[in-house]
């Protein structure tokens, strides 16, 4: 096939190589100018642009650019995009004119981009015109540095304006540099790097292409991956083949353009040229992700291409083979989710897109690989390097994850064979692949491997001679093992295995005491479900060792490599919360330790932001530790109530400081264990909260110290009276801010439902306000359907709606001023029927709502039967019943109460 000839046919009609501009883009930007202004002086901006590479100059610089811009942006950005295209300039000023220009169409925050993008619409039409010719004029500089500075801002205006309507000709233009012979190849890179560019910057902000447009970048593209073309050619085009994929549905819906694509993909997978080959395999796994469902006629060659690459390639190559598996791993496990859950719910499968199951047939090929893969490690590269092995063992455990089960055969004679290997690299490939299906093989499947393996792994981590990577890998093999299959370990091996774990925490390797750290905090989690002997469980024998152990890990000289300090204190963290009764005096001896090393940060040296910044991270850590002690002792730890408030206020005392979320949960946590005890603390606790509900612009901590309200309410019920004004004024007033972050605001809302129960039926005095609040929450809608995290947040805030109504009603309930809630039924029961019609509901939803169905009915009784046998509530208690335990639990406490209310005489 030529894509020459075949492509303007196949992707619609031919493009037109007509020119707005008249002349083909190879005029000068400032040619045929007509009504606009005198562009901004290009002899004016070269030494502007210089004097921003130095610190000195920089401020004067940038300053001066901004009033250019104020004054008239179109002006300014052609003088820009007229100094990059113009060679002789100094090659600096020229790169930085470029990108200038970009930088002023960009922006990661919506709202400012918002606002650059209304600046560009506001240019002058004809200065436009001569700033998009500018920039394709750039594409033929003799700089290499202008060139790329030029597919850049080509790059950005196209995005912009392309999916808009407004520059038709831009691709036609790119199409002319790149066809035939007209312009030399180094114009023909940078112009197919613009499309390049142009995919990645559409990709980012979430855009797609017009079909039409998307047909005539395909032809271009294509044109370029010819294997007559120049390697520096076919990289870029396959470069922007594979930044456009995405925007190609339409193509690949067409049975001969999808041939024609894949044609000239695996063909680039043959070039001489490894960076050809690299971007390649990348546009193959990036068809995998978008296009699954079309893979099949080509499966078996993709197959042979990424299979046979992996053995035979360079590593850069061999990388991109394997990631084509993990994608289509990826890709399948998904498929499989959304078949399981149509089984779960009852909905028909044939609307699924089918999962062909191609990792699974190419088990007996592709295992193998992979462990060669395993044994390619690289003894020098430095923590977190990608490389082969490290492919290979991500790989294999997704292919685990799809799998499951069926890996067994195919892996563990390796496994077997090769974790006593005399060979290191034989010996911690087995040990890295054991870890790497541990996630997706069931208990039953690898439960007996474990417990022949675990005396292997032992004798690993105990020998002092042993590999440093072998070590690693199997402390790391052993923290998964815990993690998934814990009760696979014999109890008899339980204490060597602890010992070994214990050992790993001395290691002279950050890395290897970081692995130790994260496998005890897996052991210790694995506690939170185990069955327990009366006051102990089987942890408590190694409890105060394993304390000790950490405690000192985190006190390391090398603490801050690896994360050693912060996974040791997160172990301790799980090891308390999931301790038995008999070690509570353990904990309680532990905690004068913890507060006397709080009191110690306060006077570490700090000389510089980074030791600051390590002295916070610090404190945060230690208030993890003492809010754990405090959940676990409950009111046991009344005697270090004192020292703790003082250590968690002067946490507060720092400016900004990383550690203030940490010491709010801390303090919501000696609320919930001291309960009314509390109360001596609150007076000078208080500012602290209200100061944190203040502080909507690190809505993280915003969201923290409302959770932490939440705690109070909960421990001070009616000795907050005094203060409730104020809380009430500070959450309204948060919830009426439109710059704070909307994953605060489902929080707000539910600190309602602790507070009116906290106070009861003196929370009248705000119910009207509030209740106004809720309901305009209530009927919040999200404008794009498609969009996954507002879908989710809409069902949390719609969960929040209903927790604060419950809580409410439940509050006025206690004074019997119940019957002040009945104005507000009709719009309940809308905000209900809402809910109903949405495709998205949750089960907790549902859950809520079934559960507000029953209250309303126990609080309202006669006066809510009206509405009691209204086909919503009839409804949703249906889809109760149907739903999880809680859901059927809350379905049945609706019906029960709806029942009783309809059968109950009015009055």
């Known amino acids: 096939l030529s894509p020459g000839s075949i492509f303007p046919r196949i992707f619609g009609a031919a493009v037109s190589r007509t020119c707005g501009g008249g002349d083909g883009g190879r005029s000068s930007p400032r040619h045929e100018r007509g009504g606009a202004g005198p562009a901004a002086d290009t002899m004016d901006l070269e030494p502007v642009l210089l004097a921003c590479q130095n610190p000195t100059t920089l401020p004067q610089a940038e300053q001066h650019l901004s009033k250019l811009a104020q004054d008239d942006l179109g002006q300014l950005l052609l003088g820009l995009v007229t100094l990059l295209a113009t060679d002789g300039k100094v090659e600096p000023a020229r790169q930085l004119a470029g990108i200038y220009v970009k930088n002023a169409l960009s922006a990661n925050n919506a709202a400012l981009l918002a606002q650059k993008l209304e600046g560009w619409r506001g240019v002058n039409p004809e200065v436009k015109h001569q700033i998009k010719l500018g920039a394709l004029h750039a594409l033929q500089s003799s700089s290499p540095l202008a060139r790329r500075a030029g597919a850049q801002v080509t790059a950005k205006l196209g995005s912009i304006e392309v999916p808009a309507g407004g520059w038709d000709d831009l691709v036609p233009q ?45 032809t271009v593209i294509i044109s370029g991956m010819g294997n007559t073309r120049p390697n520096e050619v076919r990289l870029a085009a396959t470069t922007a083949l594979r930044n456009s994929v995405e925007f190609a549905n339409a193509n690949f819906q067409r049975q001969n353009e999808r041939d024609m694509i894949m044609q000239m993909v695996c063909e680039a997978t043959q070039c001489e040229e490894t960076r050809v080959r690299v971007v390649a395999f990348e546009c193959i796994s990036q068809i995998a992700k978008c296009y699954y469902e079309h893979l099949a006629p080509y499966m078996n060659v993709l197959a042979q291409l990424t299979l046979s690459s992996i053995k035979t390639q360079p590593e850069e190559v061999a990388l991109q083979a394997v990631e084509f598996w993990s994608t289509l791993c990826e890709e399948e496990a998904i498929l499989h989710e959304a078949i399981e859950d149509a089984q779960e719910y009852g909905t028909p499968q044939e609307e699924l897109r089918p999962c062909m199951d191609y990792t699974k047939q190419a088990l007996n090929e592709l295992v193998p690989l992979l462990t060669h893969c395993l044994t390619q490690q690289d003894e020098d590269a430095d923590e977190g390097t990608w490389n082969l092995a490290m492919a290979g063992s991500t790989c294999l455990r997704l292919v685990s994850s799809t799998v499951a089960d069926d890996i067994i055969n195919f892996i563990m004679p390796f496994i077997t064979g090769n974790i006593q290997n005399q060979d290191w690299r034989a010996r911690e ?16 499947g690898l439960g007996t491997y474990i417990q022949g393996a675990t005396p292997v792994l032992i004798t690993l981590l105990q020998n002092p001679n042993e590999h440093p990577l072998v070590k690693d890998s199997t402390a790391w093999t052993i923290g998964r093992m815990c993690m998934y299959h814990p009760f696979a370990i014999q109890p008899e091996a339980l204490p060597q295995l602890v010992e070994s774990l214990k050992q790993l925490l001395g290691s002279p390797s950050p890395h290897i005491c970081q692995m130790g750290a994260i496998a005890i905090h897996n052991l210790g989690a694995a506690f939170e479900s185990a069955p327990s002997n009366g006051e102990s469980n089987g942890l408590s024998p190694f409890f105060q060792p394993l304390l000790e152990a950490l405690i000192a890990a985190a006190d390391r000289e090398d603490a801050l490599e690896s994360n050693i300090r912060v996974d040791a204190y997160e172990a301790v963290n799980r090891l308390i919360q999931n301790a038995a009764p008999d070690v509570s005096p353990v904990v309680a001896a532990m905690v004068p330790h913890i507060i006397e090393k709080l009191k110690a940060s306060f006077s570490m040296q700090v000389l510089t932001a980074e030791d600051r910044e390590h002295q916070h991270g610090l404190q945060g850590l230690l208030c993890g530790v003492l809010q754990c002690c405090s959940l676990k002792l409950g009111a046991e730890v009344a005697p270090f109530g004192d020292e703790m408030l003082q250590c968690y206020l002067a946490v507060f005392n720092v400016k900004n400081a990383i550690a203030h979320e940490d010491a709010y949960l801390a303090v919501g946590a000696l609320a919930d264990a001291l309960e009314d005890g509390f109360m001596k603390y609150f007076p000078t606790i208080y500012p602290v909260i209200l100061s944190g509900l203040q502080r909507t612009e690190e809505w993280q901590v915003c969201k923290t110290t409302v959770n932490i309200l939440g705690d109070v309410c909960r421990a001070l019920g009616k000795n907050l009276l005094n203060q409730c004004d104020e809380i009430v004024r500070a959450l309204l007033t948060a919830l009426s801010d439109n710059n704070l972050h909307r994953n605060v605001k489902p929080h707000l809302l539910s600190v309602f439902h602790d507070l009116a129960i906290a106070i009861g039926g003196n929370f009248e005095r705000y119910l009207h306000q509030v209740m106004q609040t809720i309901l305009a929450a209530a009927s919040v809608a999200i404008p794009d359907e498609d969009d996954e995290e507002a879908i989710e947040y809409l069902q949390e805030l719609r969960v929040s709606v209903l927790e604060a109504f419950t809580g409410i009603l439940q509050g006025m309930v206690e004074d019997r001023k119940q019957l002040a809630l009945v104005q507000y039924l009709p ?22 709502a079934c559960g507000v169905i029953g209250d309303v009915a126990w609080a309202l009784g006669p006066h809510f039967r009206q509405y009691a046998g209204s086909p919503i509530i009839t409804e949703f208690i249906k889809e109760g019943k149907e739903g999880g335990v809680a859901s059927q639990k809350a379905a049945s406490w609706a019906e029960e109460k709806v029942t009783l209310v309809l059968g109950a005489p009015m009055g």
């Not at 035939?180 to 499309?195: H, M, Q, W």
């Not at 390049?196 to 395909?218: C, R």
């Not at 490939?429 to 039953?444: L, R």
Request: proline share 6%; net charge negative.
């Open 429 to 444: 490939a087995a040990v890295m692949a054991f870890g790497s299906i541990m996630d997706g093989v069931s208990p039953e």
């Open 174 to 218: 790119l199409q002319e540099r790149v066809a035939g012979n007209t312009f030399p190849d180094p114009v023909k890179v940078a112009s197919l790097e613009s499309l390049g560019y142009m995919g990645e910057e559409l990709a980012h902000n979430g855009q797609d292409l017009p079909e039409a447009a998307t047909n005539q970048v395909l």
């Open 827 to 848: 719009s309940v029961l809308n905000f209900l029927e809402r809910i109903s019609q949405d495709p998205n509901r949750t089960d907790e939803l549902i859950k809520e």
